[in-house]
């Protein structure tokens, strides 16, 4: 139940209350709606697909390994790369759903259009070997590590 009474006809409108079914937008409408801002080419549309293509990279004590959500890309519109300096590059491009002239849009979260994103890796990295596999909407890089070197310890005896 909400705190401040509904002055809406009944409907749960308090942008205090985290179950509300309306969400406030002190922007709606001003000072265009938000549909010929979606449907505007050269829109933040095409371009947030850069900012939210998110990497999980964790290393494990074998490999360093990538783990990139990216649903709805099929792997020929992929790129991973390995570049000198021990770069690894994953890029994309998200296709555009078509649309159609009488479609009116109400949200698009979406996003779409081209990704890139770089990662400088560790001395202990095998760049020559680097895998990658897609499975699920899920991209996975493994990137094999080199065995640490254990200092050689040497007992010396003691005179005396």
């Known amino acids: 139940m909400s705190i401040i009474p509904s002055i809406f006809g009944g409907r749960r409108s308090n942008i205090f209350d985290p179950f509300s079914l309306d969400i406030w937008?002190?922007?709606d409408g001003f000072p265009f709606n938000t549909t010929s801002v979606a449907s505007a080419p050269g829109s933040t549309r095409d371009t947030s697909a850069l900012a939210?293509?998110?990497?999980?990279?964790k290393e494990?004590?074998?490999a360093h390994v990538f783990?990139?959500?990216?649903?709805g890309v099929r792997k020929e519109e992929?790129?991973?790369?390995?570049?000198?300096g021990r770069v690894l590059q994953?890029?994309?491009?998200?296709?555009?759903?078509q649309e159609e002239k009488n479609d009116k849009w109400h949200r698009v979260e979406r996003s779409s259009g081209r990704f890139l994103r770089r990662f400088r890796l560790p001395e202990n990295a095998k760049m020559d070997q680097v895998k990658a596999s897609m499975e699920d909407g899920v991209l996975t890089v493994t990137i094999p590590k080199q065995e640490e070197k254990k200092p050689e310890v040497k007992s010396i005896e003691i005179s005396g």
């Open 67 to 71: 783990k990139a959500d990216l649903p």
């Open 52 to 57: 939210n293509t998110r990497i999980d990279w």
């Open 60 to 62: 494990t004590p074998e």
């Open 78 to 84: 992929l790129k991973v790369e390995v570049e000198e």
């Open 90 to 97: 994953i890029s994309g491009e998200r296709s555009r759903e």
């Open 25 to 27: 937008d002190p922007f």
